[in-house]
Every structure is written in C-alpha cells, then in structure tokens.
C-alpha cells in the first residue's frame, strides 16, 4: 500500500522552482533513499514532504490526505530527524523525550519503554540529566534520532543520517530502521553514503538538478542508464558526467 505519493510537484523558495514535477511513492514497509549531487533538491524535497514549504503545483499526500485536508493526521503520520539537529539549550536529555511524547500524546508507561531501549541502543543512558551544550555532535544526533523513534510514527523522513555519527551509532540506527521496517513502517532517507544506500533501500530515487533522474530498484537504475553490472557509485558518476555534457 502507499504511504506517501508525491504527483508532479514543483516549489522551491522563490518564484524559480527548485524541484521540478517530482512524482514518486514509497509504499509502506519500504526504506526509499534520495540521492543526488550537493544543490541537487533533496532537502527541499524533504521541506515540502515535511510540510515547511508548500508546493507551487502538484500533489503530495500522505497516508491519503494532504497537508491542507488534514493537518492532524498528515503531522502525526511521521516524525523527521534534520541533517542540523536542532534542540532546546535548556531542557536535558530527559525532557527532550519527556516533551516529544507529551507533543504526540505517548503515555508514561510507553515512553518509559521505548526511552530505555533506545538509551540503551544509543549508548545514551548515563546522559540523561546532560544538557546539550555538554553534547557532542554525534550526541546531538544522537537525541534527535531518540526523539524520532520515540513517536514511532508510520513514516521516519531522515535527512543525512550518518554524518557525525560513530560506526556503532550508524550501525545503531541502521538496526533500528530494519526493526521499524519489519513492523510495517517507511523510511525516506537523503545521503551521500552510497555503499550504504546500495545496501540498504529497497528503492533509490535519483535527483538531478531538481528532477527525478531515475528510480527503482539497483535493477531499475542499471537498465535505466544501460550499464548492467553498475554499482550505485557507478551510477552516481554516470549522472554527473551527464551534467558536465551540458
Ligand atoms: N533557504 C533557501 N533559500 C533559497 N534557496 C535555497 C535555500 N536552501 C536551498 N536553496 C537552493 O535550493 C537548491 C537545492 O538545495 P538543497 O538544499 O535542496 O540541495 P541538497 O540536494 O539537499 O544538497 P546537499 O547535498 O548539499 O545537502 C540549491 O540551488 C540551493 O541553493
């Protein structure tokens, strides 16, 4: 089934657009990567899923409804981890959690839980009472990536998930994203980190400058390009040479 549907959409900051006639889906169970260049769209794209920009035309819905039709259920259908962690200076680790929950109506008993494992997966618990000036930036990560996975929500939308963390945190949340897949949930993830994209999603959708350059499965990308035995980096310099031809 469909979770989200993005149907030609275009936006941008200014009048000029930036993504353009954007049209893909990620069904339910799926991890989907964007990928492409610096500048290539994918934080905007993200910024308009998320609902911070609004499209100039075109669709996006969300577990069937529009951000306009249905603020309350598109909001509550997934939570974001941002590629700049942004928390509060004057709430402690503790109280991050404490006010994602009361933000999304978790009741003590499950906050108590899912907090516990996700302190303990994290490497976190000594650091509950710690306020984020005493955080590193993994750390910072680290909080947000909790508070996330604390509302566990029907889609996680993550914007550059695996820079600053250690290779156990990477690795930390790569399990976790695998246990919320199993349990029926989908993930967008943007990254640069292609091994692990290739590895990991089920799909990648291919930005370039703004459009889908391609999407699907390894499979799809390779036909797509006509280079069968192509990795994803393979693919990645492919389409920049393409940008050098014009
Ligand atoms: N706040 C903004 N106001 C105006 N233009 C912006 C703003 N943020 C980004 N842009 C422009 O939008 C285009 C796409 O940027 P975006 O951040 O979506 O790229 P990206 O694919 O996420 O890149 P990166 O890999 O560097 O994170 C760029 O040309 C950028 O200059």
Known sequence: ????????????????????DLTFSIGQGELVGLIG????????TIKHIIGTLLPQSGEIRLNGVTLNEDIKKYRSSFSYIPETPVLYDELTLKEHLELT??????????????????LKEFRMEKRLNWF???????????????????????LYIID?????????GIQSLLDQMDEKKKDGASILM???I??????????IILLHEGRVRAQGTMNDLRRAFNMPDATLDDLYIAMTKEQDHE
């Open 1 to 20: 089934m469909t979770l989200l549907q993005l149907t030609d959409v275009t936006g941008g900051y200014t009048r000029k657009p930036v993504i353009k």
């Open 37 to 44: 260049l610096n500048g290539a769209g994918k934080s905007t």
């Open 101 to 118: 929950a009361m933000a999304y109506d978790i009741d003590q008993y499950t906050l108590k839980s899912r907090s516990e494992d996700l």
């Open 132 to 154: 984020p000036s005493h955080f590193s930036k993994g750390m910072r990560q680290k909080v947000m990536i909790m508070c996330a996975f604390l509302v566990n929500p029907q």
């Open 160 to 168: 550059e998930p695996f820079v600053g963390l250690d290779p156990l």
């Open 190 to 192: 943007s990254t640069h």
């Open 194 to 203: 292609l091994s692990t994209a290739e590895k990991h999603c089920d799909r």
